[in-house]
């Protein structure tokens, strides 16, 4: 099963969101979550990778990789096994990071959602993933 999130660049009270997500993954991971797809950018991003790394030390089947917007930028990977650049070649830089969120959820099994208001982004990206009938874990901080 794969796994990807979908969450605002900006995050307030990153301490309970990380407690709630550290109690989704281990669930998702013995029901045979392997692969996690992350996308690198904002202070979400940054925790549900840190989370995913975390739990490597109990989990270490599980593979987190950052999928690329762009090929010409340099990435912090220190908390990915891998990256990889989904087929963009051909699409407008202004387009890539929207293209490449639908990538994501295309590949993914499973979309984790901190999405607080419905613009941007990560608002386009759950809109699409529940249009491509996918399962969608919200965390929601109340």
């Known amino acids: ?17 990380k407690t709630k997500i550290m109690i989704v993954l281990p669930r998702l991971i013995e029901d045979g979550t392997e692969q996690f797809l992350m996308g690198g950018y904002g202070a979400f991003d940054h925790l549900a990778a840190t989370a995913v790394h975390l739990l490597k030390a109990d989990y270490p089947q599980i593979r987190s990789t ?41 590949q993914a099994d499973v979309i984790i959602s901190y999405v607080t208001h419905s613009w941007g982004g990560a608002a386009d990206m759950l809109r699409y993933a529940v249009k491509s009938n996918k399962r969608v874990i919200y965390i929601n901080l109340k």
Do not use: Q
């Open 66 to 106: 950052m999928v690329l917007p762009y090929l010409n930028r340099e990435y912090k990977t220190e908390l990915y096994d891998d990256t990889v650049y989904p087929p963009l070649e051909k699409v407008p830089p202004r387009l890539a990071i929207v293209r490449r969120n639908r990538w994501m959820v295309d």
């Open 1 to 17: 099963m794969i796994v990807t999130f979908c969450g605002h660049r900006d995050i307030s009270n990153s301490a309970e969101l």
